[in-house]
């Protein structure tokens, strides 16, 4: 397989050295503009919110205002570092150091399984930048509040306190793992790898259906057995909600990352079969918000669905044979490509500041429906500097 991968790095090498002219490369031309939207919009908003003690999440259509505590208050902090390391626009650093540093405290947090997306993607962007102890300080302790929520009989950390569910466990929770993978890298202690792992396998056996789609919530009796399949954000128990499928593909292409396993690779494999050849997959290949809306072709796209498939299929594209990941890579441009137009992108002092339109939050409960959405935007500027790595441009060179 490192084989593979090399050969599949030095192929993008030859294709790139294959493709220099003189005239610009419409498709770097399209990212290149996406950044000075970038550049502009994330001041505006940041400077809106200077004097309010939260952090914004969506636009609906006034700010939604989050503080600390919210599944969300992570990603913003963390698209400033994105797009400071993008831009190199200071004053963004600047405002990302500013709006991390509100999280303070929200490590020693244990309400909640998604203190990776608040933390690893705050504090874990701060320590990709600026290479600080502090941060990595925060991450360690943000996985022991982690961990706490896994009960050793169940084998699974727990999503949500709420609700009528026994123990209920949802598929974004695999997002959450990234930074118990890290943590065990960063201690030397193998609890945190142990339970991402656990929880992965677990999941694996009992979130899937044969097609490769996920459940949303799978809910566990205290014995370990499962006591119901179904959905909370999506059309139906039965249904794939988008995000979720996008959740799963980037949660298992992480896993083998992590950890070279091939069952995960497979399940990475399987649930991007489901997602590529969905026969309701619009034109542009951006999906609707479920992918068995029944008021298809005139539901809802869900743009941050496809900003997360296409980070996930750029990094699945660099762990298979080289095929395979030309196919994974294709898709994942053309997605990228097509959120960076006028159609999902948003114009200069547009979208309150946000950079992609057209997201959806929790559709059934009538909330955040087409709407700007801070996650979208995390992982469209993720997928950037994917797209850009593997191309082997630097952003200084667009």
Not at 286 to 313: F, K, M, T
Request: charged share 25%.
């Amino acid at each position: 397989m490192r084989k593979n991968l090399l050969t599949f790095s030095g192929l993008f090498s030859l294709l790139m050295l294959g493709s220099c002219t003189t005239e610009p490369d419409p498709k770097l031309a399209s990212v290149k503009h996406a950044l000075e939207v970038t550049r502009t919009q994330l001041t505006h908003l940041a400077a809106e919110f200077d004097s309010l003690p939260g952090f914004p999440r969506s636009l609906s259509p006034k700010y939604k205002v989050v503080e600390a505590r919210d599944w969300t208050s992570g990603f913003f902090p963390g698209t400033l570092w994105e797009a400071y390391r993008l831009t190199g626009d200071e004053h963004l650093r600047a405002e990302a150091e500013k709006f991390t540093s509100r999280l303070e405290g929200i490590q020693y947090y244990k309400g909640t399984h998604d203190l990776g997306f608040m933390v690893y993607c705050s504090y874990g962007q701060q320590l990709r930048t600026l290479h600080d102890s502090h941060s990595a300080e925060v991450i360690v302790e943000a996985a022991n509040s982690l961990i706490s929520r896994c009960d050793s009989t169940v084998g699974l950390i727990r999503s949500w306190d709420f609700g009528d569910w026994n123990y209920p466990v949802i598929i974004d929770n695999m997002m959450n793992l990234e930074m118990l993978f890290w943590a065990s890298k960063q201690t030397g202690d193998p609890k945190y790898r142990d339970i991402a792992i656990r929880h992965a396998d677990r999941t694996l056996q009992n979130h899937f259906r044969e097609d490769g789609s996920s459940y949303h919530v799978v809910s566990y009796n205290d014995d370990g057995t499962v006591e119901s399949r179904g959905t909370f954000q999506g059309y139906s128990d039965t249904s794939a909600w988008a995000r979720g499928q996008a959740w799963g593909l980037y949660g298992y292409t992480m896993c083998y990352r992590e950890t070279g396993e091939e069952r995960y690779l497979e399940q990475a494999r399987r649930i991007a079969s489901f997602i590529m050849n969905h026969p309701r997959t619009p034109e542009d290949l951006i999906p609707y918000w479920d992918y068995d809306a029944p008021e298809i072709p005139d539901a809802p796209r869900d743009a941050s669905a496809a900003a997360v498939i296409s980070s996930a299929l750029f990094e699945l594209s660099t762990l298979v044979p080289e095929a395979e990941g030309r196919r994974y890579y294709d898709r994942a441009e053309r997605m990228l490509l097509t959120l960076s137009t006028e159609a999902y992108l948003a114009g200069v002092g547009t979208n309150g500041g946000f950079l992609l339109m057209h997201s959806v939050g929790h559709l059934p409960a009538h909330s955040e429906v087409d709407t700007p959405i801070n996650y979208a935007d995390y992982y469209y500027l993720e997928a950037i500097e994917r797209y850009l790595s593997l191309r082997g441009v630097a952003p200084a060179q667009l």
